[in-house]
């Protein structure tokens, strides 16, 4: 098992327990003047659409999905809309119990840190809030690169921000976005979080056939980058 000098990490399900949409979508899509199970489709069959930054800016993405729903927003209300989403969004976010104490306990031992998510313009606008952010290096988000995992230029932009290879990378998801298999082509070494909440998780495009290594805590996690340090023996000493 080679030494590591970085762990990448998947947002939604990952750093976060299981995602689901929570009551506030519905009261966005109402005042909005569309139905909210319209609303939801949309949302569904657009994500990866959404993501990359396809329909543009926040306001202009939830002008086109209200109104794929049959909604006729006027402009004050999408003004009013965009920020009620980051709202809902981060309301729907959890973060793993052990969620920082694993970053800092990485942090500690020296490697450094970042997180690749298909997001769309919501996650940027609230995550410097969470207290996971200050232990992050890098933060990479598909609606501002323009391409979603498993394009091989989002797990690279992370290593060159990092100043790493991509295999001295350890990459660690739920395996939403074939997110595993696209960690392995580019050369990182994936490992599939596989946490007992994660059943009903929100998750487009999973990686069903992944059959690499699978821990079920981010503490586990850890657990494997100190295995990886004692098996190098240029790192023994630090461990």
Do not use: W
């Not at 969004?89 to 970042?114: F, H, N, W, Y």
């Not at 050369?187 to 599939?192: E, F, L, N």
């Not at 657990?223 to 240029?234: E, K, M």
């Amino acid at each position: 098992m080679p030494a590591y000098r970085a762990v990448v990490f998947d947002f939604f399900g990952t750093l976060t327990r299981s995602v689901q949409r929570g009551p506030q979508h519905a009261e966005i899509a109402r005042s909005l003047g569309a139905d909210p199970e319209a609303v939801n489709g949309v949302l569904d069959r657009t994500f990866r659409a959404r993501a990359r930054g396809r329909y543009g800016s926040a306001e202009a993405t939830l002008r086109f999905v209200i109104e794929q729903a049959g909604g006729r927003p006027r402009t004050d209300q999408l003004r009013a809309g965009v920020p009620a989403r980051i709202d809902a969004l981060k309301a729907d976010t959890r973060l793993r119990d052990d969620a920082v104490s694993a970053l800092d306990a990485i942090k500690r031992r020296g490697l450094a840190t970042a997180l690749i998510s298909d997001c769309t313009h919501e996650l940027p606008a609230f995550l410097p809030s969470l207290p996971v952010a200050p232990l992050l290096d890098t933060t990479i988000y598909s609606v501002r690169l323009g391409v979603c995992k498993p394009d091989a230029r989002i797990y690279l932009a992370a290593c060159e921000q990092l100043g790493v290879a991509p295999d001295e990378c350890l990459y660690v998801g739920d395996g939403g976005s074939h997110e595993l298999t696209g960690a392995a082509a580019v050369g990182m070494t994936p490992v599939r979080l596989a946490a007992p909440d994660l059943t009903n998780h929100l998750v487009f495009d999973a990686d069903t056939n992944f059959a690499g290594r699978t821990v079920r805590s981010l503490t586990e996690l850890v657990g494997l980058v100190d295995r990886s340090r004692i098996a190098d023996p240029r790192q023994r000493a630090a461990v």
